[in-house]
């Protein structure tokens, strides 16, 4: 958007009363429409709804020279690629087809908006398959979200269409998204029922014409659940039949269904293994009916039945055996790390060890373990990091957990909209880095005038590239994991040891702490996860004195006096780490204040009180785990290390709902340093 135009209306809005152009969120990067550019735009002579929101787009904010959209054969441009090029009468923009010429749409749209010159260029996706997965309940309710209930309103559909479907489709397509899987993995059966096929066909309709399609997570015991049979073995004829009759049932009524996500054999989730079956079979029967409509599987990886000792290793040891074992239209979607979306995880062993199976790779854009919706953390360095040790290329698909309720900012915390576009903009190029993402997104979306001062931009801009390991080091430096409070994985809980529970759902399962150091001993001399990596690499993580300093912990036990390569002893370091956590959310405070004059008041008082939120976690998380570590170190903490100003049992008293809604109020947390 014009940055001095939306400022202008902004005043003239708050001048005359009028609200229309009021910050509120609901625009994320897109433009609100505000062109008053007369650039000629030429589209093809076509019916096609998809070439009519382009064309739609384009005089909304195309603020170019002259444009010609042309559909033209293409070879190397496949189904959703374009080409932006000069010829004699001005610039064009080429693809195979309607959808391509969305995309360039919009990626033309963002060079203006970020005040790029056009380049000419060529893109493709670098995935057929670019996929959000909603974990959203029947009932409106969403697993681990944090923006409000589920955009999805099964109560009014089919009869009642939100316009919101299209809104978050239009969403969805600037930035490359074309799948989106409606409804949580913990997944209800019911929305396989022919009731609710018809609701869903509707949304479907909505999303087509953005090239959108619609997955379905299935719960594996749908054919007892809701068919009536005695079983839901793979190999039992009448079970495959059940899913072959739903899959043509699904087709009829939308043509262009993506396909079916199952998690199976999983947090009591039923599966193929519930039958004496592999994940192969589960997998394969239901691909096979989804085989002659084009449909896909994606089958998660996500298991951790006790294999073995490390819950680590555990997803290795069940799916590494079944490779070459899957069919053609089935992708294992594997999370990033071994365990499950921790601040920082090395990467699945599994990825590049099934060369004879597609693989895709699963990334959570909600923040279950990152400070929900009050804290920032801009996850693109997440993301890349995982793309520096696994190559794109030998990835199938990508899928990302949504971000995304009902919030009229969509994302709770409005920074948060960065993940949902860094996301979108990764799965097509995953080459992208982070800064060239929050390049584009930080002027769309903040809406600052031009003459903002770059200093105060700049500090923007590392505000969100360093948000990250700012909540790396206040929660879990050095390679910790899984410190969180039982249920709601929101705070710190290092001491949780709930007696009777999953040993492996508690923290000190993960960190080991003990009078001689901190760590999960994953070397050759311990569980020996590091095997499971290839040679090079595995040799590199069992050497105490080779590991990667950001997973010392993860694969070592490492002695409270051990001499880390800054030559603090890695009490002293744990002791720095925590506090550099909690100093960098105080920069990221001082950089968002330094920015109020440029910002919409509604929106810098946002996030300045979630930043605020933030500040005081991030101590909650250092004194929280500093006291409880120092139990076990019996060290002092250093001078330089702002000492606590709460015992461990005051912080051990702490104990907030476990609603994922609920958010934390404690007094105890509000009190001043
Ligand atoms: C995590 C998360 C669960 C979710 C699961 C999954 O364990 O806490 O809520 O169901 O991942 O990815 O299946």
Redesign the pocket.
Known sequence: MNKLKSLILAVTAILTGSTAWAYDGSCLWLSGGDNDNQAVITVPKSKSPTVAIAAEELNKAWHGEPLRLEIKRDKNLGNEGFRVYRDKKGLVLSANNDLGLLYGSYALLRDNAAGKAIALREEIPAYNVRVLNH?DNLDGTI??GYAGHSIWNWNELPDVVSPRYREYARANASVGINGVVLN???ASSKILSAEYLAKVAKIADVFRPYGIKVYLSANFAAPMQLGGLKTADPLVPEVAAWWKAKADEIYKLIPDFGGFLV?AN??G?PGPCDFDRTHAEGANMMARALKPHGGIVMW?A?VYSPADADRAKQAYIEFQPLDGKFDDNVIVQI?NGPI??QPREPYSPLFGAMPQTDQMV?F?VTQ?YLGHSNHIAYLAPMWTEFFDYVSPSSLKAIAG?ANVGNDTNWTGHPMAQANWYAFGRLAWNPQLSSEEIIDEWMPMTLNYPENTPKEVTDGLKKMMLNSREAVVDYMMPLGLHHLFAFGH?YGPEPWCDIKGGRPDWMPPYYHRADSAGLGFNRSSSGSNAVAQYPAQLAKKLDNINTCPEEFILWFHHVPWDFKMKSGATLWQELCNRYQSGVESVETMQRQWTAAKPYIDPELWNDVNERLMTQARDANWWKEGCLLYFQQFSGMPIPDNVTPPVHTLDQLKGIKLGISNYECPTPELLNSKR
Do not use: G
């Open positions: 974990w697993e681990r949580n993995v913990n998690k999983s947090e989730q998660r996500f999370k499950d979306f699963e959570q279950e957990v994985h």
